[in-house]
C-alpha cells in the first residue's frame, strides 16, 4: 500500500521559513518523480516542485522559485520542500504527490499559514 505522509505545516510569520518533509512508502521511492503541489483557501491545485528519482533534476514553478528549495533523501524515502520569504499568499494546504503530469498518490496534505 502506497503511503505519503507530509508534515511540517504550521503557522509561521511572512518572512520566516519552514521545512515541509514526506515519508514515502509502499513503492521504490528511489525510482519515481515525486511532486509538491498546494492548494490556496478557495482556490485549485497549484504544482509547485517536482524531483526525478535520483533527485538529479528538479523544476521549480516561475512563482515560487527563488523562494522554494526542492529535495530528497532516498536512503529515508523521504522528501522535502524548504520554503523561505513567506508570504501569507503562501497560505495552504501543501500535498506531497507521486508523479509530475500524471499523479498516481497523494498524500493528506500539511497546512502552512503565514499570517503575522
Known amino acids: 500500500e502506497v503511503q505519503l505522509v507530509e508534515s511540517g505545516g504550521c503557522l509561521v510569520q511572512p518572512g520566516g521559513s519552514l521545512r515541509l518533509s514526506c515519508a514515502a512508502s509502499?513503492?521504490?521511492?528511489?525510482?519515481?518523480?515525486m511532486s509538491w503541489v498546494r492548494q490556496a483557501p478557495g482556490e485549485g491545485l497549484e504544482w509547485l516542485s517536482g524531483i526525478s528519482g535520483g533527485g538529479g533534476r528538479t523544476a521549480i514553478v516561475d512563482s515560487v522559485k527563488r523562494r522554494v528549495t526542492i529535495s530528497s533523501d532516498n536512503a529515508k524515502n523521504t522528501l522535502y520542500l524548504q520554503l523561505s520569504s513567506l508570504k501569507p499568499e503562501d497560505t495552504g494546504v501543501y500535498y506531497c504527490a507521486r508523479g509530475w503530469r500524471q499523479i498516481s498518490d497523494w498524500g493528506q496534505g500539511t497546512q502552512v499559514t503565514a499570517a503575522s
Open positions: 509502499g513503492f521504490t521511492f528511489s525510482s519515481e518523480i
